[in-house]
């Protein structure tokens, strides 16, 4: 519905970009707060050597004619400041300073952060993703090239001086007004999600330095404002300001991108599932709610409007109470594992000593309480045993599953923005995460963060059967093949040398031969982490990429030759098999039951060391494959 209603006072104007500033200022403290020597560097040296070429600074271009410069930072006194302090920490003797080096023309208009940086759902796990807003009208191709370079230098130094990682991304004025986001977005398509990432950007955002997006100043409490309107006006001089930059507007979000927002975010929960569990959340509760103002909105009226309240919220702070307002009316156990997701993903802490963060939170918490126990039981989730902790990744999983449901269910019909081949990859993704198939490597569900890694202890059963145990984890693993048991052990990343024990055995197994054993497995395949495979593998039929033979291993041949193989293989969609073969012929067999699927598979070995005979048994071993997969 268009807005006739366009007018807005100098003083609302004023008063608008004044409280903004204030909050701006509020989420830098937050960032301070949870990071003191990363905020400083980010929120302040950052613009500094963006703004200067010198071959003492990182991010030296030598044949920079002309330095970049970030839109008023030679005027801004927090910088400006500090520079002597920038200049001791890179040991830099001369009065090196903005207000001597600082071309008149701005190459950049704004630097701003997006997502959890500087909010209370800032954590240890947290990156940095900068946008670095720019016209490239105004650049030629060979200066766009020089900016790059400088970025990527200080990209470099960042790496290697500051433990929050940092992303940048140039972004064109032309294609941020216009919602074209490509390749601004390192953990989703782009492609798919235009106006929800906009709204995640107004919503979440830090200046560090540069322009205030007009947007954010587009309101009066006591009428609506046209965007467009409102911008002429800014243009044309009528509120005698120049610190402020289009970067379109944002009037709603059709609820085709929703869905393929959401299923794109299914997609990454399946490797961080308690990262992406809150914003699944939020998804669904846009879709199933009736259609109302956006959240940015909301969120920006209650900044601008917070005479009532002294004391700013942050956007986690705001989405996660309309998250839990939403689910609240459902009560039972769904909702309060909702609040320990939120209470771990956050990481907070509500003890009696706490940060600005938890200061931040507590007010949530007290209108959503968490009895006093439980708080204090996830306080000391890192220590939980590790079948507990796969427990709560089970349970997340059920929740994301169900959320998958009901959203797939709505998306029946409706014009996704996402295509039916993507639909496909995820929901084979979906299969190699949960899916059993015979003789697979069953895959335990992380909460999130890597398990806990404890001593484990091979066993044989009375029936023959091999098992793993941990503390308070009694038969974790139970298999016959005990090398079904070691790379079970490997692919869930919950091996480590000197960590493992064994009980007395009748096998000729020794705990050198499973180490052994297990490092070579880890070697070749690496743990189960489905985010590092190709995205287009999950369009292609199945095919196997890597086999170890692993020869004889429970025990010597009569004869010296390759009877006994465990053969441990592992196909392009990242799933990994373990099977058991008795003679040579068996082994043939199955391979020509695999047929084109082996076409393009590397093969390993593995044969005891003390075993008789071990060269020959490694050549005879080869033959035989050889003659398998020519048959």
Not at 247 to 252: I, R, V
Not at 273 to 294: D, G, N, W
Not at 361 to 383: M, Q, S, V
Not at 486 to 511: D, F, R
């Amino acid at each position: 519905m268009p807005y006739y209603r366009t007018c807005m006072d100098i003083h609302i104007f004023e008063q608008n970009k004044n409280a903004y500033l204030a909050y701006n200022n509020f989420r830098k403290q937050i960032l301070s707060d949870l990071a003191p020597q990363d905020s400083e560097i980010l929120l302040y040296m950052l613009p500094w050597m963006l703004n200067l070429n010198d071959p003492e600074v990182p991010g030296y271009v030598e044949d920079l004619e002309v330095p970049f410069s970030v839109f008023g930072l030679a005027r801004d006194g927090k910088i400006l400041k500090r520079e002597s302090v920038f200049r001791n920490l890179l040991k830099i003797k001369r009065p090196l300073s903005l207000e001597t080096t600082t071309p008149s023309a701005p190459t950049i208009h704004g630097l701003y952060t997006i997502g959890s940086i500087g909010t209370i759902s800032q954590t240890s796990g947290s990156d940095c993703d900068i946008w670095i807003c720019i016209d490239k009208r105004e650049l030629s191709e060979n200066r766009l090239e020089q900016l790059i370079q400088k970025i990527n230098l200080i990209k470099d130094w960042l790496d290697i001086h500051v433990k929050i990682p940092a992303y940048f991304f140039i972004c064109d004025l032309t294609d941020v007004r216009a919602s074209n986001f490509g390749a601004v977005d390192r953990e989703s398509a782009g492609s798919t999600q235009k106006n929800t990432l906009k709204e995640e950007f107004y919503r979440t955002m830090i200046l560090i330095a540069g322009k205030i997006p007009l947007w954010w100043l587009c309101y009066d409490r006591n009428k609506d404002v046209d965007y467009a309107e409102f911008l002429k006006r800014y243009v044309r001089g009528d509120f005698h300001d120049s610190d402020c930059l289009d970067l379109g507007a944002l009037d709603s979000v059709e609820r085709e991108e929703y869905f393929g927002a959401a299923l794109w975010l299914f997609n990454k929960a399946l490797t961080h599932p308690l990262k992406s569990i809150i914003k699944m959340l939020l998804l669904e509760m846009l879709l199933t709610s009736p259609k109302h103002e956006l959240l940015c909105h909301q969120f920006r009226s209650a900044i601008l409007n917070r005479e009532q309240d002294p004391q700013f919220i942050d956007p986690s702070t705001f989405t996660m109470q309309a998250i839990l307002g939403h689910h609240q009316a459902a009560g039972g156990e769904t909702f309060a594992f909702i609040k320990q997701c939120f209470y771990l993903r956050y990481e907070f802490k509500l003890q009696r000593k706490m940060s600005m963060k938890e200061i931040i939170a507590k007010d949530i918490f007290r209108r959503y309480p968490i009895p006093r126990p439980e708080i204090d039981h996830l306080n000391t989730f890192g220590e939980w045993p590790l079948q507990e902790q796969i427990r709560f990744g089970q349970a997340i999983f059920e929740l994301l599953a169900n959320i998958y449901q009901r959203v797939s269910a709505m998306e029946q019909g409706s014009k996704s923005s996402i295509s039916k081949r993507d639909m496909n990859v995820i929901g084979r993704k979906l299969s190699v995460c949960f899916e059993q198939k015979p003789c697979k490597i069953k895959v335990f569900p992380s909460p999130g963060r890597a398990l806990q890694i404890v001593p484990a202890t091979f066993a044989v059963a009375r029936q023959k059967e091999w098992t793993v145990s941990m503390p308070e984890s009694p038969s974790m693993i139970a298999h016959p093949d005990i090398v079904y048991c070691i790379a079970s052990l490997v692919w869930n990343g919950l091996y480590q040398t000197g960590l493992l024990k064994m009980t007395p055995n009748p096998t000729s197994i020794t705990l050198q031969e499973i180490n052994s054993l297990a490092g070579r497995i880890r070697d070749i395949f690496g743990v189960h982490d489905v985010s590092d495979i190709d995205f287009n593998y999950f369009t292609e039929p199945e095919k196997f990429t890597k086999m170890l033979l692993v020869v004889n291993f429970e025990g010597r041949s009569q004869n010296n030759d390759a009877d006994d193989f465990g053969v441990v293989y592992k196909n392009h969609w990242g799933e990994l098999f373990v099977r058991r073969f008795r003679s040579a012929v068996s082994f043939n067999e199955f391979i020509k039951e695999g047929g084109e699927k082996f076409s393009h598979t590397d093969i390993y070995y593995y044969v005891q060391r003390n075993a008789l005979y071990y060269e020959k048994v490694i050549e005879r071993t080869k033959m035989m494959v050889t003659q398998s997969f020519r048959s």
